[in-house]
């Protein structure tokens, strides 16, 4: 540790307030808030750090501190620096301030308006929506079931719309006040999810076009009825008592952090968002920066629910309003829905993510890196079981960076092996490649086993045996079960550094054990699944189904944290199902 940081350190002061971190050139790389300036800033320098706290604690030169009043004054300065300085190592949320409104003029014709604020009092307001598509798609809707004025001036005679009948032509027709009132209490009422009225009429229209074989009319109209039950959908659990409100879960898995928000007002879902981010430390103090950033650029609802109490207890007092948990009932279940958002977001950002280079110059950069020929041809083995019921094993193969699903092989395990990981990956690796050798078929470029030296040197046994010639590595995990990089029999290491080759490798890590656990599925029943959950006190049958919803496999069941758990399940009983998993 640096002199200069030693004495700083001294000179914390147990006061809140605002930190800094400057490089050797002065630049702000850091800003962060703290309830205790000496605990938070003194553990970035006197604990044991990794990823990317490590990395930025390395390029440390110096910090200043702030102190301010509370820790409310902290977090607004915090954001104003932020906002000024723009640090590299502090995660931002995309800039979100314009949240759009659906705006209803409140007099003469009933206009509605995209309006990036609620201010002007001529109008009613429905939102705000969590992005402009889902606002756009709303009024489009609202503009072909009611016929509202579409013109921003009116024109001296009708349009196509006065023709569709979506318009009632108030630049031809004298329209009473009182039509105007009428049409404005049905858009309103359509707004809070009271929509058969109008599903009736255009069903009825819908057939009407059929009968007198105006097809292309009737399928607009179809077209119509379908954008309302898509509403319907979505808005399946409607909150009876109507309120404003926001719910919050998170999910964390090989560095990246997705915070997922469902914004209900008026007692109807809006939308979704989900925020993918890089993993910065601890996720609870993350999930509270990323929500404490969200509230500054969104208006902040009577109610938000966050169901973990960890980070309550850091945000609760500095958001002005009404921050709850909630451990049963229709709340409950949006929480689990929630949840299931972040963790496919996740599964989508890993599969989908942008490569900016071509997957062969990548595989070059994976055969340079292990200093091996380029590996065009790729297979991977996974095994997937459930405290050692319907054991199976997998293989998928990668040819020049793409699934080669002809390839891929599956495999019944030994039910005597079925709880050793080690035995079954010998197994089912001498099984193929006995196979290949015995055929005379080509063999892979390079063999990835995940679970490290163990991993390998079970493998490297089975290869021998089967008389296979294949060059074998490993996918090995920090102390977070984050992949971080490849080592070979001889215990070397290298770091996946770059990070559309870190991508490309993880998307075939998660291929393998989808086909695993696909086929896992087909081979155990419901009965079965539940084995591992039972005589967990307080774990009964339909908390065991939403832990199913949430973690479909037993390994993203031990990879969950305590907190993860805690989002839908009881404190007490998120300690114990951990405590059994971990044994």
Known sequence: MKERIKTLIANLKHLPGVYLMHDKDDNIIYVGKAKDLFKRVSQYFLRPQSGKVFKMVSNVEYFETIITANEKEALVLEMNLIQKYYPRYNILLKDGSHYPYIALKKHGDPILLIKRNNKDRNYDYFGPYPNSGAAYQTISLLNKVFPIRKCQTLPTSTCLYYHLGQCIGPCVNKIDDGVFDKLREDIKSFMRGNNQKQKAEIKEKMLKASENLEFETAS???????????????????????????????????????????????????????????????????????????????????????????????????????????????????????????????????????????????????????????????????????????????????????????????????????RDDLSSMKEVVYRHYKRLVDEDKKLPDLLLVDGGLNQIKAASLSLLEAGANVLLFGLYKNDKHQTKGLIDGAGHTYELDDKNLFFLLTRMQDEVHRFAISFHKEKRNKAMKVTILDGIPGLGDKRKEMLYRAYPDLDSLKNASIDEFSQILPREVSEALYNKLHK
């Open 220 to 418: 607009e109209y179809k077209k119509i009825l379908d954008a309302i039950e898509h509403i319907n959908i979505q808005q399946n659990v409607e909150n009876s008592d109507k309120k404003d409100r926001d719910i919050f879960a998170y999910s964390s898995r090989q560095g990246y952090l997705a915070l997922a928000v469902l914004s209900y007002r008026k007692g109807l879902l809006l939308g979704k968002q989900v925020f993918i981010v890089e993993e910065f430390g601890d996720n609870v103090e993350q999930v509270s920066d990323l929500i404490l950033q969200f509230y500054q650029k969104y208006p902040t609802p009577p109610e938000v629910v966050i169901n973990d109490q960890n980070v309550i207890e850091l945000i609760g007092d500095l958001l002005d309003t009404n921050v709850v948990s909630v451990t049963k009932g229709k709340i409950h279940e949006l929480i689990i829905n929630a949840k299931e958002n972040s963790d496919n977001s996740l599964d989508e950002y890993f599969l989908s993510a942008r490569l900016d280079t071509d997957k062969l110059e990548l595989l070059e950069k994976l055969g340079n890196l292990l200093d091996i020929p380029t590996p065009l041809h790729i297979e991977l083995f996974d095994n997937s079981h459930l405290q050692g019921s319907f054991p199976v094993g997998a293989m998928v193969a990668f040819v020049n960076g793409e699934p080669a699903k002809k390839l891929y092989r599956r495999f019944l395990i030994n039910q005597e092996e079925a």
